[in-house]
């Protein structure tokens, strides 16, 4: 399922393969998000001509809209979306505790009232993964409680225990479940991944991890990160965490990071990594280059017949001026927005492309240092 093929001798960098039902994914990974079923403004195509391996999709979202009876009939989430590779699914759990009106947490699970309309739902371990089943999902998350920065020591511990017995709970269904099949897949074809909590308390991160792997898990992942702490205590969330986690199983940063934030993390031993800024920070004219970020919208690129990045092979790079993607972002047509869309994601993936390689050759750590050196922080 999970096979390392090189390892850095001077971090903890690794490369691997991660083997799916929807196919193979080279780690270092970096997963284009997809909430609502679209990486926005990206078609299907275009990602795959990008060379993306694996795109994440979101539980809750697409729970709340268009609904299991929906992507059932089309024949579930690869088929309604026109996506052949695989798809991992987050649980929805940071976007019920973050977007939902009037959440309430029990130990049965969360009853809350959708962002959307205000519809009453409620969403159990058991029902997080029923709900992943149907969509298809080649890699699930369980179900977690993320706790908001700051936090007391007291909320994270007791948040902790109760994550970790949803986990139980999550994985006790699909043991339940393995043999049943449903109109998309089945489910001994969907690998579970637990989710490390413990706020940034070093002590209940080791715990976690630990109570996880007790449990057993087909990979695991680092979350409660990049909720608006500083980056030095995400960094540290990932190094109480990592250790007591498996090598042979695949780790997923949650919700990271910009391009020097993932080098770090995949110096600290991470594998997996989705982030929305690529796209995100496209919608407001930012472009990612090796030096750091350029707002194109900025006047100096009025004239420019460079494009973006010299020697980059995206779509956007071969074809057009910074200054006429400029003049496309002051203009408020689309085009523009989507041209800095596929920049960005090829920036990202080629990121995680050239470190998978030079860990496989061992020059990981000189690569890294140049570029972390040479990268602009705004």
Known sequence: ??????????????????????????????????????????????????????????????????????????????????????????????QIFSLAKLRKITEDGVHFQNHVDGTPAFISPEIAMEIQATLGSDIAMVLDECPPWPCERDYAATSLEMTTRWAERCKQWIEANIERRTPTRAHAHTLVFGIVQGATFDDLRKQSAEALVEIGFDGYAVGGVSVGEPEELMMRAVEASEPSLPADKPRYAMGLGTPPQLLELVARGMDMFDCVLPTRLARNGTAFTATGTLNLKNAEFAMQKKPIEDGCECPACREFSRAYIRHLVKAEEILGLRLITLHNLHFYLELMRQARDKIGTGDFAGWRSAFVGNYRRD
């Open 1 to 94: 399922m999970f096979e390392l093929t090189a390892q850095d001798s001077q971090s903890k960098a690794r490369r691997g393969r991660l083997t799916t039902s929807h196919g193979v994914i080279e780690t270092p990974a970096f997963m284009p998000v997809g909430t609502q079923g679209t990486v926005k403004a990206v078609s299907p195509r275009e990602l795959r001509e990008l060379n993306a391996q694996i795109i994440l999709g979101n539980t809750y979202h697409l729970f709340v809209r268009p609904g299991l009876d929906v992507i059932r009939h089309l024949g579930g989430l690869h088929q309604f979306i026109n996506w052949d590779g695989p798809i991992l699914t987050d649980s929805g759990g940071y």
